[in-house]
């Protein structure tokens, strides 16, 4: 079973960037063909999936914060990364990263990181 | 986007009670629908894929339908350890999640 743990400041000002890193473990990342996601949670809220990046390096993102985010990997260090710009109190949540698995009709999260609460506040 | 819609957002039954609720999509999405269950201070559980395949190990008294905009999700027997909070997620064009319905015990 892969293991995920996302870590990064647990505190950022508002206008700056929020920055976080997945680890994964093995060598998950550079084996097969999955999705790499993150997702958030704002206290007591519903889910928001905020973007992916494939195996390839292809990504894809919430048309909401597309302006906002970049997701990227680095095989090397089996690691994902998350940036999100110009944050706000509305950023504040748990942050989770996730592997997506696919097929021709299927298409789910099989391995979650446990999250990681980031909260914008100066 | 696709926007998915949950309702109730809230329920409260009592242990042995079938449990129902509901997702709907602002588009068709054939049976791309995934179901998770989460519980506080957790990350989602997958029991549904597809609208209505239960996943392995998935305690039977869960089961999912639904097909094109309107889909159901039921517990058929509510537990004590089903109380949680129960996510649609669909896949057809993206990904995007209901905003959940949070099922306690009355």
Redesign the interface.
């Given at each position: 079973q892969v293991q995920l743990q996302e870590s990064g400041p647990g505190r950022v000002k508002p206008s700056q960037t929020l920055s976080l890193t997945c680890t994964v473990s093995d060598d998950a990342i550079r084996i097969g063909s999955y999705y790499w996601?993150w997702l958030r949670q704002p206290a007591g809220?519903?889910?928001?999936?905020i973007g992916?990046i494939y195996t390839s390096g292809n990504t894809?993102y919430?048309?909401?914060l597309k302006s906002r985010v970049s997701i990227s990997l680095d095989t090397s260090k089996s690691q994902l990364s998350l940036k999100l710009d110009s944050v706000t109190a509305a950023d504040t949540a748990v942050y989770?990263c996730?592997r997506?698995v696919?097929g021709v009709?299927?298409?789910?999260?099989?391995s979650?990181?446990?999250?990681a609460l980031v909260t914008v506040s100066s | 986007d696709i926007q998915m819609t949950q309702s109730p957002s809230f329920l409260s039954a009592s242990v042995g009670d079938k449990v129902t609720f509901t997702c709907q999509a602002s588009h068709d999405i054939h049976k791309f629908l995934n179901w998770y269950q989460q519980k506080p201070g957790k990350a989602p559980k997958l029991l549904i894929t597809e609208a209505s395949n239960l996943q392995s190990g998935v305690p039977s008294r869960f089961s999912g339908s639904g097909s094109g905009t309107d889909f159901t999700f039921t517990i058929t027997g509510l537990q004590p350890e089903d109380i949680a909070t129960y996510f649609c997620q669909q896949y057809d064009r993206l990904l995007s999640f209901g905003g959940g319905t949070k099922v306690d015990l009355k």
């Open positions: 996601n809220k519903g889910l928001e999936w992916r894809d919430n048309s909401s989770y996730a997506e696919f009709r299927t298409d789910f999260f099989d979650w990181g446990q999250g | -």
